[in-house]
């Protein structure tokens, strides 16, 4: 008889457990996310400003707004660029941003502003369509660049800081997506970018912090001669597509010769 109670109450015990490890699973259980967000890693040298693309990609719903808020994740590397604008009794910090050639091109409204003017935050934001009804916002099942914003490099960084690395984490809690009918999407997935400050001077052939037309004639060796006279190969990429080569070359010496500026990495 007590072996009969025994294996009742085993059972019990079994059937219990199963039912927990059953239920946990059902809240544990991911659900698949609707739309993704990605903000770019990017890298820059000391004082220059770079462009940070926002990807994105929908599935079943389309994109008609957002608001996406990012913090850097510390002061003494990078900042947002701020003008301030006064409009009637509204102060507002507008930051630079790009929407030409994105998905968000054409929208009705795109805007960044840093919520507190100090460059340290940038809330991005978008609406397809303010209610004329005539700009369509970004179809289902699409993926691309949603807009591009910037980042300052700050000056006065030495090359021999070794955490070079500063983090833009997006505050997914108060960084929404909508569709078409103004519903919100959900889930959502999002992942952080960063900046990381690249050591030395773009450009900078022989690495003594200039540029000049020794670093033409050293680039011009190493590209149309062979030679390996570069400090750093990396270093004279000067638009940043991972390869040294005669368009370098070009930049370089518009840099040094014609005053024109280098382009953005
Ligand atoms: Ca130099
Ligand atoms: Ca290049």
Known sequence: MGSFWQSVARVIAVLLV???VVGGMTIAKAQTPNFYLTIDDVSGYVGELVEIPVFMQTLADSLDGFQISLALSRPDLVYFEVD???VGQETMYVCQFDTVGTLASGWEHVEARSTLGQGLDLRLSGISDVGSGTTPGIPSYS???????YARILPDILDTLTDRTVN???????SYFSNELGELI???EITSGSVTVLAGVRGDANCDGVLNPIDVVLLVNYVYK??????SVEQCDINC??????IDVVF?????YKNWPLPPC
């Open 186 to 188: 959900e889930p959502v």
């Open 252 to 256: 370089l010496v518009n840099y040094v």
């Open 143 to 149: 993926s691309g660049i949603l807009m591009k914003f």
């Open 226 to 231: 062979g030679w390996d006279v570069l400090c």
């Open 168 to 174: 833009l984490n997006v505050h997914v809690s108060t």
């Open 84 to 86: 301030t604008v006064v």
């Open 241 to 246: 597509d991972s390869s040294t080569n005669p």
């Open 18 to 20: 199963c039912l927990v």
